[in-house]
């Protein structure tokens, strides 16, 4: 079964830091592509960013841009969101995203648009002022 599980958030004060895995299970993360999105209370699920690893190609929001990485362990069969610097406005459910053969979602913002079959439950992050 095609699964991916996010892990990893909880409170931080602003300006630090939380690294968000998302751990795969059913299938390899070169067939897939991988995307962060987050939901705030109140406002609608947004795209963070997006990766394929087949060929390293990444997206970021503008928003996140310069302050979060994503990045795959293949070997783990796990991807990673990095985030640095954090906000208050980050504050936010963040939810790990995958699409079989989606190798070329990642090369623009229209990411956030195209069809994504598997999420997983989505773990809380929570920026303190």
């Known amino acids: 079964e095609v699964q991916v599980v996010e892990s990893g958030g909880g409170l931080v004060q602003a300006g630090g830091s939380l690294r968000l895995s998302c751990a795969a299970s059913?299938?390899?993360?070169?067939?897939?592509?991988i995307a962060w999105f987050r939901q705030a209370p109140g406002k609608e699920r947004e795209g963070v960013a997006c990766?394929?690893?087949?060929?390293?190609?990444?997206f970021y929001e503008d928003s996140v841009k310069g302050r979060f990485t994503i990045s795959s362990d293949n070997a783990k069969n796990t991807v990673y969101l990095q985030m640095n610097s954090l906000e208050p406005g980050d504050t936010a459910v963040y939810y790990c995203?995958?699409?079989?053969?989606?190798?070329?979602?990642?090369?623009?913002?229209?990411?956030?648009?195209?069809?994504?079959?598997?999420w997983g439950q989505g773990t809380q992050v929570t920026v303190s002022s």
């Open positions: 995203a995958a699409e079989l053969g989606g190798y070329f979602y990642c090369r623009g913002r229209d990411y956030s648009r195209f069809p994504w079959d598997y």
């Open positions: 990766l394929t690893s087949n060929d390293g190609t990444t």
């Open positions: 059913g299938f390899t993360l070169d067939d897939y592509a």
